[in-house]
Nanobody, 114 residues
Framework: QVKIVESGGGLVQPGGSLTLSCTAS????????MAWYRQAPGKERVEIAT????????TYDESVKGRFTASRDNAKNTAYLQMNNLQPEDTAVYLC???????WGQGTQVTVSA
């Protein structure tokens, strides 16, 4: 049984930082890339970062490039998203998604507000 659990969200002031975790089980974690998405209220889900399986190659959406860093620890079946200089427009539910699969977690809420 596949299980995807995101954690680490919360309330942070503008300019602050958070690190999200995505812990997975039930499938060969190291064989799949991990994508991070976010969904703001009333908006569509958007892919913001991915980390691959070959040399941990990363890609980022322009909206987060230079501020967010994706990483993974295959020994812990966990992916991370380090988020720096957070701004109110980063407020959203953040989800991770191993690709190519149909597996999704429930997400973790990130709120950036003074």
């Amino acid at each position: 049984q596949v299980k995807i659990v995101e954690s680490g969200g919360g309330l942070v002031q503008p300019g602050g930082s958070l690190t999200l975790s995505c812990t997975a089980s039930g499938y060969p974690f190291s064989d799949f890339a991990m994508a991070w998405y976010r969904q703001a209220p009333g908006k569509e889900r958007v892919e913001i970062a991915t980390i691959g399986t070959i040399r941990d190659l990363q890609t980022y959406d322009e909206s987060v490039k230079g501020r967010f860093t994706a990483s993974r620890d295959n020994a812990k079946n966990t992916a991370y998203l380090q988020m720096n200089n957070l701004q109110p427009e980063d407020t959203a539910v953040y989800l991770c998604h191993p690709r190519p699969t149909n597996f999704w977690g429930q997400g973790t809420q990130v709120t950036v507000s003074a």
